[in-house]
């Protein structure tokens, strides 16, 4: 069965915010709720409105006002955006946090983290989550302790496996491909299966692996290793340097696929991954249990359900790759 969409969220509020307690079994009657929901990239102005332009600020606005939450009445929507300036993280959550925000409704695990640390008594819902528990960022997913609940996007090492199958199926002359990722990513259980996969297929996997803060030195590896395509390991770090990546993949005329679809929105060819709106929408739940007195600490952490396959014609027709009918009858979007 075909799955639907995916991306991150963000936020920004003119209205003061003020402190409240949170209801307790039940939405009180003229009380108003907080809610803040952060974006790591875009604009704040795509998240303003009753519709939102941004999907995911608008599945989770919308899910909130189907469970009983409308803005303007009951509900303090605050958006905010780090804007791509990861280091805001801290400042935007202490900012909410003195303005009593009730719940904060976060994307990926930097901005979680950074919540953290800011607050342990404000309950805050990740969206996308990745290997939380190793992470640190909760006990374990069937009782998270502390203030964080939410969904994450792993869903086992086989979805790696998936993805090689994927890129393998729409380009079924590659032989060399590389790895982007780090020698922990390459030695875990999703690389392995990764690597697994490659062998079955006859491809060639080999680890171009980027420094801390650029990936000059996995470029160089590409290059000099002759890849013929990349598959990018499942790591948060490829999301906040996609438009790099795409670019280089598109100057060098490399088919790549990813866990996230905003690498595809950005020039990538070709993404497999959890299906983000939906994960925004079920975001929504866990904000109304918490509102309505349920303790994150004790909400068990959901993983994905829903998935989606997001390829890049434009990308494609660039590469001088053409994508076959069947993998194109699989996709849940295609950008044209």
Known sequence: MKCHAFRLAALLVTLPLVAAPFAAGAQQPGKTYRVALILATSPVAVMMGRDPAHPYARAFLHEMRDRGYVEGQNLVFARRSLEGKAERGPEVVAELVRGGIDVIVVPVNPIV???????????????????PVSEGLVTSLARPGGNVTGLTNDAGP???????E???????????????????????????????AAQVLGLTLFLAEPGPHDYASAFDTIRHEHADALI???????????????EFARKNRLP???????????????SYGAD????????????????????????????????????????AKALGVTIPPSVLLRADQVIE
């Open 276 to 315: 983000v709106l939906d994960n925004y929408r079920r975001a929504a739940w866990y904000v109304d249990k918490i509102l309505r007195g349920a303790k994150p600490a004790d909400m068990p952490i959901e993983q994905p359900t829903k998935f989606e396959l997001v390829i890049n014609l434009k990308s």
């Open 256 to 270: 790549s696929i990813s866990r996230y679809r905003e690498f595809v929105e950005a020039g990538g060819l070709m």
């Open 232 to 246: 990018m390991a499942s790591t948060p770090h490829h999301f906040t340097y996609r438009q790099l990546i795409a």
């Open 166 to 196: 994927m890129l393998k199926a729409a380009v079924p002359r590659l032989s060399r491909v590389a790895y982007v990722g780090t020698k922990a990513d390459w030695t875990s259980e999703w690389g392995q299966s990764t690597r697994a």
């Open 113 to 131: 983290r950074d919540a953290k640390r800011v607050t342990t008594t404000v309950p805050i819902v990740m969206v996308y989550g990745s290997s």
């Open 158 to 164: 086989e979805i790696e496996a998936k993805r090689a």
